[in-house]
């Protein structure tokens, strides 16, 4: 009895308190049956660790899936990577979603029936892009060109890199890929035309200009890679075949784009973080394609 008394001390009784004194042997018999039936009851015990383990997975498993879900869908808003909503290496969020369209292109080439080779397939009143030197061309090109746009601190060290802040501030200006290489094609046209841009002649720092821009061009094209196919077509003047540039081409939607940037540029300007003339350019941009 001794010995029982002494277990007994460190027991607990069916409610879950310990005992802290000694009670007749009556009740010693209990606190030491009772628990021990319990404990070695097979089916209940086994069914119980099923239940319990069931219920443990069941429960990990639906976090992992919770998790998952939105570690993928978080990863979905923040780095985009697809033609419609765009790539990581673009300014964001909040990332443009744009359409995706088939354009046909027309800057097509045919011969004359003095078998000349003369450009085809602009539309009657579409604005003109190149041709003899003209305000009207020039100025199409400042409109299909906006001004740059600037980002916060924030936005910054979303996109990486190094950049300049304007003094005393956590304002930088950037410029968006797309319409710098449309820059650089225009440069290009105006070297084409040089004795009307450049009447003194293209200099050094003029040529290493052209230069860079070619080059950028050349890398641009690469990088977005267009396997359309170029039609080979009979041509009864040539009495041969000649390239048919009038295909249909996969584009996201130039308008969507460029209607984001400007508008970017006025909302800039209204937070505090742009300038009055970029705000303009955008403004008169809008109203000349008549998207205001």
Not at 70 to 91: C, D, M, N, Q, Y
Not at 111 to 136: N, W, Y
Not at 210 to 222: A, E, P
Not at 250 to 276: D, F, P
């Amino acid at each position: 009895m001794d010995l029982l008394r002494s277990f007994k001390l460190y027991s607990r009784s069916p409610s879950g308190h310990r005992r802290m004194g000694l009670e007749d042997d009556e009740e010693e018999k209990e606190t030491l049956i009772t628990p021990y039936h319990a404990l070695t009851s097979p089916r209940r015990s086994r069914r119980r660790r099923f239940e319990l383990f069931f219920m443990t997975f069941g429960g990990v498993s639906l976090f992992l899936l919770i998790a998952l879900f939105a570690a993928h869908t978080s990863g979905i808003a923040r780095l985009p990577s697809s033609f419609e909503a765009g790539w990581k290496t673009e300014v964001g969020p909040p990332y443009p979603k744009l359409s995706v369209e088939r354009i046909r292109f027309t800057a097509g080439l045919d011969l004359d029936e003095h078998g000349d080779i003369m450009r085809t397939g602009s539309a009657e009143g579409a604005p003109q892009f190149v041709g003899k030197p003209s305000r009207e061309i020039d100025a199409n090109w400042d409109y299909l060109i906006p001004s740059d746009t600037n980002i916060t601190r924030g936005e910054a060290e979303q996109i990486g890199g190094k950049f300049h802040f304007f003094p005393g501030t956590n304002i930088a200006s950037i410029e968006i890929s797309t319409f710098h290489v449309l820059h650089c094609v225009d440069q290009v046209r105006r070297g084409v035309h040089a004795k009307h841009y450049y009447p003194k002649g293209i200099n050094q720092l003029e040529e290493v200009h052209l230069d860079h821009c070619i080059d950028v061009i050349r890398q641009y094209i690469q990088c977005h890679l267009d396997l359309t196919p170029i039609n080979l077509v009979w041509s009864p003047t040539k009495r041969g075949v000649l390239p048919d540039f009038t295909q249909f081409h996969t584009c996201r939607s130039w308008e969507q784009a460029h209607k984001w940037v400007l508008h970017r540029n006025i909302a800039n300007y209204e937070q505090g973080i742009g300038s009055e003339e970029v705000a303009i350019d955008a403004r008169n941009t809008l109203r000349h394609f008549g998207w205001a």
